[in-house]
């Protein structure tokens, strides 16, 4: 279809949709690791839509808990109640996110952006409760993505998310961010050295704050705006350390490396680091219901429990009762199929090493730069020229194009373009359900591969 042929048929509709110049299938059912459109035909999810899905489509059991809990109690205002099942999901997510958080509490949104903006005030609110009422700015690192709403834009550095809605966004300091394919330092030792240069730049610009930094945010891997690169040896232990000495609260944002994706509970855990704040969404309720969670340790709540008294925030649908019992749902059933195992790439014959050696595979293709990630996140970046690294042409939208020729075959990626610097540098997220079998890897990797050749060649 041409460029206005596609406008004219995305005018027709009553959605407001994220593109007019592409063609939107129209999705209808889901099974496991597959999606149907209306005409028939079935994709691979081969990157759990945008690493929201970690259980698979279509899983009774949740689909159940929803509708029993809207047959009993559909909503209830969380000024007025809490639920049973609020209250249960709370003390098993807490525990799910391990011994740092033990008497804590979560606070549950709608979804990754509205749970960064939570962790944002609390984080504020937190330094106002101890006395530091000075301290309101949260700082973030280059290339990072936290969300489309403007407090949580204002410390992502995804260059095209925020470009034209600047003039609206309350800036504070990002810092640059360790990507050791690209390393700007020249690192021999896998950017174990770098990353304490990183480390020392956050504490320059903390210190530059004069006592004004509240908080600091991080994706432990960065998602999509770099396309899934694990940080350096040693890197996020000492930002965790340059925080604490700083007065700084640790915010771990794992809306996509959360909840067993990286092949532990939280992906932090593998270098472990004990955030203050932990966020997630995405797989925490798999897609099923809008459902995002910020997860306090006991230090920020009860810095309010024991000061005002009150967090003053508060959305209409927070802790909405259908989405935690779909969240709670999801939780349970992750833990009964040890799909947290299947996702960890440094166990032999689990889902994630299985994607991990057959991805590895790509980097036979002259325009495969580099394959990487960790348990079921992972990366491949496309180069024009290996030797030097050169990026395709941005108007070219080489991921772009991989990603239709692929959804053409029937698999689902997630491109995206400036990897680099925010303009420049293609990449690939895949982020399958942990449910993917080694036949199902073997067919999609089967698939991208000729998708590759195909765009390369075109
Ligand atoms: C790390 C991270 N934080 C926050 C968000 C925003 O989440 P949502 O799109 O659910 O608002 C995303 C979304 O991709 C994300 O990857």
């Given at each position: 279809m041409t460029d206005s042929s596609l406008v004219a048929v995305a005018r027709r509709s009553t959605v407001l949709r994220r593109s007019f110049r592409k063609d939107f299938p129209s999705a209808v059912r889901g099974e496991g690791v597959y999606v149907w459109d209306a005409n028939g035909n079935r994709y691979l999810d081969f990157s759990g839509s945008a690493a929201v899905?970690?259980?698979?489509?279509?899983?009774p059991e949740i689909s159940a808990a929803m509708a029993e809990q809207a047959a009993q109690l559909e909503f209830v205002h969380t000024s007025q109640f809490t639920t049973p099942v609020a209250e249960e999901y709370g003390r098993e997510l807490l525990e799910f996110a391990g011994?740092?958080?033990?008497?804590g509490a979560v606070y549950f949104t709608c979804g990754g952006s509205e749970a960064v903006e939570t962790a944002l005030k609390l984080a504020r609110q937190y330094q106002v409760e101890v006395g530091q009422g000075g301290r309101y700015q949260v700082l973030s690192r280059k290339q990072s993505y936290h969300g489309s709403t403007l407090g949580a834009l204002s410390v992502s550095g995804n260059k095209k998310r925020r470009e034209i809605y600047l003039p609206m966004v309350r800036e504070c300091e990002h810092v640059g961010i360790p990507y050791c394919y690209r390393c700007d330092y020249d690192c021999?030792?896998?950017?174990r050295n770098c990353g304490q240069q990183y480390a020392a730049e956050l504490e320059r610009a903390i210190e530059q704050t004069n006592g004004e930094t509240a908080g600091f945010i991080f994706e432990p891997v960065s998602g999509a705006t770099l396309g899934a690169v694990p940080p350096p040896p040693g890197y996020l232990e000492s930002l965790a350390d340059v925080c604490r000495r700083n007065g700084v609260l640790v915010i771990a944002d794992?809306?996509?490396?959360?909840?067993?994706?990286?092949?532990?509970?939280?992906?932090?855990e593998h270098w472990n680091v004990a955030p203050d704040i932990l966020i997630a969404a995405k797989g925490l309720s798999s897609g099923y219901a809008p459902l995002g969670a910020v997860i306090a340790t006991k230090k920020v709540v009860d810095a309010i429990a024991d000061g005002s008294?009150?967090?003053l925030h508060g959305f209409?649908?927070?802790?909405h009762p259908i989405s935690v019992a779909a969240g709670r749902a999801v939780l349970r059933h992750l833990k009964a199929h040890k799909l947290v195992e299947a996702a960890d790439?440094?166990?032999?014959?689990t889902a994630a090493s299985l994607l991990r050696e057959s991805l590895e595979?790509?980097?036979?293709?002259?325009?495969?730069g580099d394959v990487r990630g960790i348990g079921l996140l992972l990366g491949v970046e496309f180069v024009a020229?290996?030797?030097?690294?050169a990026t395709f042409p941005?108007?070219?939208n080489f991921a772009g194009r991989v990603g239709g020729a692929a959804a053409k075959r029937g698999l689902l990626v997630y491109p995206m373009q400036?990897?680099?610097?925010?303009?420049s540098g293609d990449h690939l997220l895949i982020a399958p359900p942990?449910?993917?079998?080694a036949e199902q890897i073997e067919w999609a990797v089967g698939q991208l591969r000729e998708a590759i050749e195909e765009t390369a060649t075109s």
């Open positions: 899905n970690f259980i698979g489509h279509g899983v011994d740092a958080f033990r008497g021999t030792d896998g950017c794992e809306v996509m490396t959360g909840m067993g994706r990286c092949g532990r509970n939280f992906a932090v008294g009150a967090f209409t649908y927070n802790a790439s440094t166990r032999p014959g595979g790509l980097r036979e293709l002259a325009c495969v020229d290996r030797k030097t690294k941005a108007g070219r400036g990897t680099v610097d925010g303009v942990a449910v993917i079998t």
